[in-house]
Each structure stands twice: as structure tokens, then as C-alpha cells.
């Protein structure tokens, strides 16, 4: 099985009860776009990515957070509306995968308003 496939797998355990199948297809096709085009890049600061945007000349950055979490800035129109986006897909999966972690230790972690 390739990443990918792992990828998806994992998106649509964690978030496939809250978006449709082709948003949901949407952000993972966008995420492993960013992971195959080595669009990530580490910052000098500590857990934190510069990744790059399809729709602006200047990247994003996505950050993760102490409690596990992780957030893109303010620019990013995807995280502003649904508190998730490609960008944090593709950190969070490549972040932990370079961290030796298993597959299972990938989760992306919401918090979504109701």
C-alpha cells in the first residue's frame, strides 16, 4: 500500500463523518500534491513549516502545536472555514512519518465549533 493510500485511509477515518466524499478527496488530493512536489519546508523555528500555496505566491505556515494540534495561518481561506485544510494534512502526515512514528500515530485532531 503507498502512502497515499495510507493517507486517505487515515483522512477518512478521522474526518470522513464530517465532509462530503469529494471534499474529503479534495484535501487529500491537495495534501499529497504538496507531499509528491516536496512543498514542505521546516522552519529555523521549532514546528514550524512553510508549505507552499496554489493560489498565492507566498506559502503558508502551518504550525503544530504543543497539545498535538496543528494550524495554518490566517491567509489560508480552507483552515479559516473548516479548521482544516491540505496544508495541515500534508504537515501533519510527513511530520509524523519523519518522526519514525507508525501510521497509526497520524491523526488529525479538529476543533470543530457546533
Given at each position: 500500500?503507498?502512502?497515499?493510500?495510507?493517507?486517505?485511509?487515515?483522512?477518512?477515518?478521522?474526518?470522513g463523518?464530517?465532509?462530503?466524499?469529494?471534499?474529503?478527496?479534495n484535501?487529500?488530493?491537495?495534501?499529497?500534491?504538496?507531499?509528491?512536489?516536496?512543498?514542505i519546508?521546516?522552519?529555523?523555528?521549532?514546528?514550524s513549516?512553510?508549505?507552499?500555496s496554489?493560489?498565492?505566491?507566498?506559502?503558508?505556515?502551518?504550525?503544530?502545536?504543543?497539545?498535538?494540534?496543528?494550524?495554518?495561518?490566517?491567509?489560508c481561506?480552507?483552515?479559516?472555514?473548516?479548521?482544516?485544510?491540505?496544508?495541515?494534512?500534508?504537515?501533519?502526515?510527513?511530520?509524523?512519518n519523519?518522526?519514525n512514528?507508525?501510521?497509526?500515530?497520524?491523526?488529525?485532531?479538529?476543533?470543530?465549533?457546533?
Open positions: 500500500m503507498c502512502i497515499f493510500e495510507d493517507l486517505k485511509r487515515v483522512c477518512s477515518q478521522e474526518v463523518h464530517i465532509f462530503s466524499a469529494k471534499d474529503l478527496e484535501l487529500t488530493t491537495k495534501a499529497e500534491k504538496l507531499i509528491r512536489e516536496n512543498s519546508r521546516e522552519r529555523l523555528e521549532s514546528q513549516f512553510l508549505v507552499k496554489f493560489f498565492s505566491p507566498s506559502p503558508h505556515t502551518v504550525k503544530s502545536m504543543s497539545n498535538g494540534k496543528y494550524s495554518c495561518d490566517g491567509t481561506l480552507g483552515f479559516k472555514t473548516r479548521k482544516i485544510c491540505g496544508h495541515v494534512i500534508a504537515v501533519s502526515y510527513k511530520d509524523n519523519n518522526n512514528k507508525p501510521l497509526f500515530a497520524f491523526h488529525i485532531k479538529l476543533e470543530l465549533t457546533k
